[in-house]
């Protein structure tokens, strides 16, 4: 079956360092990605997505592209920011099937130092 | 209202109880979704309600789980007989027809089985 498998954290980074969250999935059909973002104390939010091969998702400085040949969908941002702090989960969706709900990443927890 | 909203926020509660968790989605979004989030670990799918069609019911964990849409407004989530490995938190997602990617989430139901 579908599933996403991403890097376990927690990952701690100081302030304006290089950022990325590995993560690769498996799939029949021709899923879309997406990065989903929980901060502390609040809902999951919509990061961003991918619908298919070679695009590139991006929102608040993060990055990441649908590299259906390693079938991966890395997250990067070029420097984080305390703000950033929270758990993030990678997720696909695929429309081919009669799936119809998105498959989470078990997700990361990122921990930015000042 | 704005966005997905759950009550109650937090629940705590003896074990074999029942219990009822409330969801309100986004006014016109079709799709409701509910999942289950144990301290560590991502999102579980539990459920799944599309417009009139029968729910997918092929995450519920056991028949002790049931959950409730009427037409497409609230939701209900019913425990029944709680044990202490139903300790999670509990989130609702709504979304626009098939589009489930655009999910989103209410800010949770946090259920403590003593």
């Known amino acids: 079956g579908n599933s996403v498998t991403q890097m376990e954290g927690p990952v701690t980074l100081s302030e304006e360092a290089f950022l990325t969250i590995n993560c690769t999935y498996t799939?029949?059909?021709?899923?879309?990605l997406f990065w989903y973002v929980q901060y502390p104390g609040e809902g999951l939010q919509l990061l961003l997505k991918?619908?298919?091969?070679?695009d590139k998702g991006s929102n608040k400085g993060f990055e990441a592209t649908y590299r259906k040949e390693t079938t991966s969908f890395h997250l990067e941002k070029g420097s984080v920011q305390v703000s950033d702090s929270a758990v993030y989960f990678c997720?696909?969706?695929?429309?081919?099937?009669?799936?119809?709900?998105?498959?989470f990443g078990s997700g990361t927890r990122l921990s930015i130092r000042p | 209202g704005a966005g997905v909203s759950q009550s109650p926020s937090n629940k705590v509660t003896e074990k074999g109880k029942d219990v009822e968790l409330r969801c309100d989605p986004i006014s016109g979004h079709t799709a409701l979704y509910w999942y289950r989030q144990r301290l560590g670990q991502g999102l579980e799918f539990l459920i799944y309600f599309q417009g009139n069609s029968a729910p997918d019911k092929s995450g519920l964990p056991s028949d002790r789980f049931s959950a409730e849409r009427t037409g497409e407004s609230v939701s209900t989530l019913t425990i029944q007989r709680t044990q202490q490995e139903d300790s999670a938190v509990y989130l609702c997602?709504?979304?626009?027809?098939?589009?489930?990617?655009?999910?989103?989430f209410g800010p949770g139901t946090r259920l403590t089985v003593t």
């Open positions: 799939a029949t059909g021709y899923p879309s």
């Open positions: 991918a619908t298919k091969a070679d």
């Open positions: 997602a709504s979304s626009f027809g098939g589009r489930a990617y655009e999910q989103y």
């Open positions: 997720a696909l969706s695929d429309y081919s099937s009669s799936a119809s709900k998105i498959i």
